[in-house]
């Protein structure tokens, strides 16, 4: 009898998702466990397997699923460990597929979670029917994944497509967990916005701006979301230099792997056209003639942890029974 | 009866190389021709047949050819059109392959001429035994070849890898046939190595060096070269930069797509460890700690013209007989 489901887990550094899918990519019951809770992978697993076993029960029991696929940040596909995550607690490299496997008793595949989004996006989001294309995650990072000729870029290594990390603004800000200086993560991320705003604030105390009446810890993207809405010269600002960076970083994507289309995900992108006007104008502006206005730039249909949940299931269909 | 050999073709901004290839890798002969000197496209086909067809019939005639594979700039795989070259004289969009197969009567396959070195680098060079590299020549201009999986990127248009066009110093130097700001060919190209030496010659007229001794129009990146190999400071300088800008452009494409190695061709590669060493030090500064002291930095062991010249001729060894 043909398997007829499979687990699908994104692993953040806050939160982790979970979902029982099908081949078509319905995500049949989902839930979350909180990530950095735990110092020790297995305390996180044995806290996992407590709310994703009875899930696997109801659903028929292990033997009714073809297996587990994981999306993890730095999660390597070719060895299924998770190695040196700058934001998770557990350090090192962490075997976390086999552990799972030992735990479960089911087939277990990791990637990393950005790829694990674009696959979602590409088997059942806006990007079904395209070879070529990237997905960009704008949360409390830069997550990115790269489709080409419809494969995952991995690299020799497992690690490719750690966008969020080139550099943009050489010699520019500083990016706390990296030491890298002007990466795009460090811009166009919620903290990178959040960054502007205060260096803007600080800049021109000339200025009047709504963002003015805000302690700093309210200080959020979402607050110079609102604002840049009620017509605030300075939150406009804010988003004009994000989508600036933005899509500076784009043009250079585009001239390196000539996709079709580029996805936006994640928190930044309910900033709606506050955000994808500038970026679009300095993306167009800085490229080629060949690449200019071939490029579709969209939002993802997908909410970003359905795109993660089902990316990372779909990493299993292809087990042989 | 086995066909014996190839054509490979490499239509270069000044001169076209081309020889006869044997299918492992020997060129057998070869010639060149100049390429700017023929206003309309037909003529230089013209120039080359009369050139090229002698050398065909000395070994045995087109019927003892699988075909003729050739590089260009902006030459397309999909459509064996040349597209908007700015280096070329022959403007829009040009049939070069069909118009080569009705005058010469053999298939004919076009690609970008940087990825035409690639391919030659992988089948027979220094990467031999790698799926995952980006050849990078520093010439007049930057081109650059991606393979990834054993295959070279060509995107969803057929235009992928223009890695010299991607900008490192945003808002930077201007780039005079492109009009872009900043690229990595404004700077890292025999080109961008005189201007550099132009601007900080004049930014420090207090600075003795050899170079001042030259007029600006002996003022080649060979000349800094020379003089930065008898000492001389701001000679130094120039390549220390230079390298600078190439590592720090390096580091974003490897953190794109995790290659085992970065092959580096043309001119400037003349200059050694003078270049290496610099660029080497600022991609290891600008890389995630991931990916630090993995990827190789490799000087071409082919030639350029000859990693063209084989490269375009493999092109056609898996045509159908």
Not at 61 to 86: D, K, L, R, S
Not at 121 to 134: A, D, L, P, R, S
Not at 217 to 226: I, K
Not at 251 to 258: C, G, Q
Request: proline fraction near 3%; hydrophobic fraction near 40%.
């Amino acid at each position: 009898m043909k398997k007829k489901y499979a687990v699908g887990i994104d692993i953040g550094g806050t939160t982790t998702k979970f979902g029982i899918v099908t081949e078509k990519g319905e995500i049949l019951v989902q839930d979350r466990i909180p990530t950095n809770q735990h110092e020790v992978v297995e305390e996180f697993i044995d806290d996992l397997y407590n709310k994703l076993m009875p899930m696997i029960e109801q659903h028929g029991g292990v033997e009714n699923f073809i297996g587990i696929g994981m999306g993890a940040p730095n999660g390597n596909i070719y060895t299924g460990t998770i190695e040196y995550a700058p934001n998770l607690k557990w350090k090192g490299i962490i075997p976390i597929a086999e552990l799972m496997e030992k735990n479960f008793g089911l087939p277990t595949k990791l990637t990393n979670d950005a790829n694990a989004a674009a696959v979602g996006e590409m088997m059942y989001g806006c990007t079904k029917n395209m070879k070529h294309f990237i997905t960009i995650t704008l949360g409390t990072g830069v997550g990115s994944g790269i489709v080409i000729d419809g494969k995952i870029v991995v690299g020799h290594d497992g690690f490719a497509g750690e966008l969020g990390h080139t550099v943009i603004r050489p010699g520019g800000r500083l990016h706390k967990t990296t030491g890298l200086h002007g990466s795009l993560e460090s811009y166009a991320s919620a903290t990178g916005v959040r960054e502007t705003a205060i260096e803007l604030l600080t800049e021109h105390p000339e200025k009047e701006s709504l963002l003015r009446d805000f302690s700093l810890n309210e200080l959020t993207s979402q607050t110079v979301y609102e604002c840049a809405m009620q017509g605030d010269d300075i939150a406009n600002s804010i988003f004009e230099f994000t989508g600036q960076i933005l899509g500076e970083s784009l043009a250079n994507f585009i001239m390196f792997s000539s996709p079709e289309a580029i996805v936006l995900f994640g928190g930044l992108t309910k900033a709606g056209n506050l955000l994808l006007n500038p970026t679009r104008q300095h993306m167009e502006a800085n490229l080629l003639p060949i690449f200019r206005n071939k490029v579709k730039l969209l939002f993802s249909e997908l909410n970003e942890a359905d795109a993660a949940i089902l990316g990372a299931s779909a990493l299993v269909w292809d087990i042989k029974e």
